[in-house]
């Protein structure tokens, strides 16, 4: 265990708490007899809260104990309060209603009589799964407050986290809490109360990939912090669940969002791309796609112009970059006319064998395509300035696996433009965008994850 030199350092007294509060909370199914936040403390009885970090299931969620419903309708990001349920083995299972299917595998716990849980589903739809985490209680003691991490972040890698007096550096600093593998919890370290910032990092580096505004917790508070995702192939949204009386929390949003830029127009030169005023990309070709640029979530301004015409903006856009996503921007049409379309990118990874790909008609004057993929259509009438869901397609995670890919103008049998052989490798996620026109189709294939 280990603590930020800008938290303060653990006295031997601390060191000795933390040390209790490992032994006497262990994670699931081993129960600490507490007054604190059971709805009925006899042994007759313990509580349940649901969370619902499953990203793109295809709905709210529904959640079955047995064949009792625990709560029903619950969205991305939702969360109830502790409730009263039976002791004893029981099966929990999580469904979405409107798919009819199963959002992850059941779960077999063995519920211990006046203790807390809470149940936490993530990853992306496809390749969720869940954890259940035994909210038993230690007093964290006057001027700390208690925090267990689980990193529900899959495809992130094991990730640390930094608790820190606001605006604190962390080029000195150590995490609180280091390399929490995902799918995995630590267990309870002491932190000193009062106002924070909240900054997460892939282990061993001080890249941030979560970033907060200063928040405030009180002494002798205790909190699970969950760091999940909302799509971003890299950065990551932390949900604080605060074990208490009722089982209360909220989402503490990403100040930052990611972003990219498809160049798909016909202008004769290569792009130069501004945000807020500061050159971000430089000399973007034609049928070029710049990497993911990290930058403040919200709508900050983005303004292009050509390198052959520099001062001269050739389109200038305010888009929502949502905290923890990312953002693929598609620039069509010619200097005079300069247009963009702005997608928000699923890039958590499919399984380890399987690639998504999405199609993206981004050309300037063919209404409607049906592609196919290896001659069997996959995707029919996708219309000018849209984009498909992510088909998948089984593809090799280390060789990959060659598809061809072809566009028809909708309802042609004829080819418009084909794409022959278009390599995808399992666990990744693609981008198909077409773009020109009619008479001048072309292609750009990116690896999105």
Known sequence: MRVSSATGIFTRLQRALVV???????????????????????????????????????????????SDTVVSGLAFEGQTSYQQIGIGIKT???????????????????????TNYTYVAFGPAGNATSILLNDSTV??????????????????GPLDIYIT??????????????????????????????????????????????????????????????IYARGSGRLVNVALLNID?????????NLLAQFK???????????????????????????????????????????VEATATPGA????????LVPATDSSIVLTGPAGALQSLVLTDNNLPPAVARARVRFVNSSTDVAAVDVFVNFSRQVASLAMNTASLGVEFDADPTLGTSYEIDFNVSGSTLTSLSLPAVTLTGGHSYSVYLVGSRTALAALVTQDN
Do not use: W
């Open 261 to 303: 830029v498809v160049n798909g127009s016909s202008v004769a030169s290569p792009l130069n791309v501004f945000v807020n005023h500061e050159l971000v990309l430089s000399n973007l070709p034609f049928t070029g796609a710049s990497g993911y640029r990290k930058t403040a979530a919200g709508t900050p301004t983005l303004t």
């Open 139 to 156: 007093d964290p003691g006057a001027g700390n407050f208690g925090f267990r991490l689980l990193n529900a972040s899959i495809g992130s």
């Open 165 to 226: 007096p606001p605006g604190a550096s962390l080029d000195v600093a150590t995490p609180v809490i280091a390399a929490v593998a995902p799918g995995s919890n630590s267990g309870f370290v002491l932190i000193p109360a009062g106002n924070i910032e909240i900054r997460v990092t892939p282990a061993n580096s001080k890249e941030i990939i979560f970033d907060s505004l200063p928040q405030t917790i009180a002494e002798r508070a205790l909190i699970d912090g969950v």
């Open 245 to 253: 009386n009722v089982g209360t929390g909220r989402i503490v949003n």
């Open 20 to 66: 209790a509060f490992a032994c006497l909370c262990p994670m699931v199914l081993i129960s600490c007899n507490t007054d604190k936040g059971v709805t009925d403390e006899t042994s007759q009885h313990a509580a349940l809260r649901i969370v619902n970090l499953v990203f793109n299931a295809g709905g709210p969620i529904t959640v079955f104990l047995d």
């Open 92 to 114: 929990i299972q999580p469904t979405v209603p409107s798919t009819s299917s199963n959002v992850v595998s059941s779960t077999v716990a063995n519920f211990l009589g006046a």
């Open 313 to 320: 903006t050739l389109l200038a856009l305010t888009p929502n």
